[in-house]
């Protein structure tokens, strides 16, 4: 079904079955232990910072035989990342580097293509995201400590050298719309999910929104976006919420969870909700009339077994 970092062996563990019958298994056959990893939309590639290496690796193959090309020049370890929605692109914090960087050409011929000194922001770096089309990259950013700049999101033109305005506003997470236009962001203590248009102006989806069973969106943080242009928003408050753009109407599934991601796996309706340090998988699976979240038991590894 897809694959999950597991800090704590520092590998990257299978999950296989079906909805409803899955569980997440060994690892996949690697020959270094990870610092981290951060698995592709879909889950064919992975980008890991390796235990003693001196630059980022991409790392293919997941479920053959896996390879691995390191990135020349890239930083070598990063604190987060995130893809692009097609996987083509990706960009990393680092604060070992104090640096932001944008990779493209994934999978097979990765490059640093922007690299940005992140000691020349106004704040801490809260949440990263690449255009589809790899033309912009978008970096929310903390206020300052002595109060004199506000929390705000940095616009980078990944083709020229322009410079867009930044957006004032705070957080918690960031993901361009499929058409790469237009910015959705969320904010988890003010539990607000906005859209940045890119002809300017900023639109509130919480409010606008109307679900059907009356679920408020509360603390709002990671979001992805379905084939099928649906918005979807993990709820740290035990929800997952599905939002259509387009008539605004939302359908809200409850989780014996905390969602704090939102991942698509290789079955391209089902989504990773939560990672392993959790002490469960959980994920959201919509490929039926009425979508529903699953929990996927972890296995002790066999080597950990024995």
Partial sequence: MGYVFDRSLGQIRTV????????????????WKLEHALVGAGGA????????????????????????????N?????????????????????????????IGGLPDSPRVSRNIDSTSLPGAVLALAVSDDRSI???????????????????????????PPPIITSASSLAFTPNGK???????????????LNAGGVVDIASASVSASGDAISNPGAIAFTNDGLLLIADRAGLVHL??????????????????????????STYR????????????DTSGESPRTLFVP???PAAVAQ
């Fill in 243 to 268: 939002i259509n753009l387009q008539t605004n109407e939302r359908r809200s599934v409850g989780c014996s969870c905390r969602p704090d991601s939102m991942e698509r796996m290789k079955d391209k």
């Fill in 298 to 300: 972890i296995e002790t």
């Fill in 45 to 72: 590639i992975a980008v890991a910072g390796i235990t003693g290496g001196t630059a980022l690796t991409v790392v293919g193959a997941l479920d053959s035989q896996p390879t691995a090309v390191p990135v020349e």
């Fill in 182 to 196: 237009d910015l959705l962001v969320t904010d988890a203590p003010s539990g607000s999910v906005s859209l940045a």
């Fill in 16 to 31: 296989v079955g079906i909805p409803g019958a899955a569980r997440v298994s060994d690892p996949v056959k690697l020959d």
């Fill in 74 to 102: 890239s930083m070598p370890d990063f604190d987060s990342g995130a893809f692009n929605g097609p996987g083509t692109a990706a960009i990393f914090y680092g604060s070992g580097c104090k640096c932001i960087q944008v």
């Fill in 273 to 284: 909700l939560t990672g392993i340090e959790a002490g469960s998988v959980w994920i959201l």
């Fill in 137 to 163: 990259a978008a970096v929310a950013v903390a206020s300052s400590e002595d109060g004199s700049s506000p929390s705000r999101i940095l616009l980078f033109d990944l083709n020229g050298d322009s410079t």
